[in-house]
């Protein structure tokens, strides 16, 4: 039976470290359409403060990391094997996550419009309003707040060129999404396009 563990990596030994890249490594370059280099998978695991993982047996099969600080949880990724997709497993990581660490503000980075969804829905849920946001735009006070750690933030939320490519495919039907689907439209993924996403506690 699977289940949801948390760990912070911050307090691994060294050894430990390796051995968890040894495990994540290729289960995060299998998630991505393009190569990711070692380097920046070790980067993103060892500078967030909690890993979130889903486990069955003894293989992980999905986890997510973050930094959880005193009003505001960032999450860097939200990982999942290909196999596990459209099971709700990303969905019940960042629900794990929002739970654990409650704070006025979320955030990720982000090309994907199926971790979009998936993070819109579960915050929503919870009490959150989401941006971007087809038909509203966030709160000046908010966008300020985003400002003084990206001067370059716009109202439109979109980081251009952030990754400098397109790294993950585009594989969610967007049939039943069209609004969403318009509101990605708007990012150059060959470019590497990204969208600030902000989700505020109502």
């Not at 908010?142 to 439109?156: C, D, F, G, R, V």
Request: one cysteine or more; hydrophobic letters at 40%; aromatic letters at 8%.
């Amino acid at each position: 039976m699977a289940v949801i563990k948390l760990l912070n990596p911050t307090d691994l030994l060294e050894h430990q470290k390796i051995s968890l890249f040894e495990e994540l490594h290729p289960l995060t370059e299998n998630a991505f359409e393009h190569h990711i280099t070692p380097r920046n998978i070790w980067t993103n695991l060892f500078k967030a403060n909690y890993l979130f993982y889903i486990q069955d047996g003894n293989q992980i099969e999905a986890y997510t990391t973050g930094q959880a600080n005193q009003n505001k949880l960032h999450i860097y990724a939200v990982i999942v094997d290909p196999n596990n997709h459209t099971k709700g497993t990303g969905k019940a990581l960042i629900r794990e996550s929002l739970n654990r660490f409650p704070r006025q503000i979320i955030s990720t980075q982000t090309q994907n419009p199926v971790l979009y969804l998936s993070l819109k829905s579960v915050a929503e849920d919870l009490g959150y309003d989401v941006f971007p946001h087809p038909r509203n735009e966030l709160p000046l006070h908010i966008l300020k707040q985003l400002q003084t750690e990206m001067p370059a933030l716009e109202t439109s939320l979109i980081l251009r060129g952030l990754y400098g490519r397109q790294l993950r495919p585009t594989s969610l039907q967007m049939n039943k999404h069209f609004d969403i689907a318009s509101l990605f439209d708007k990012l150059d993924l060959g470019a590497g396009d990204a969208y600030q996403v902000v989700c505020v506690k109502k």
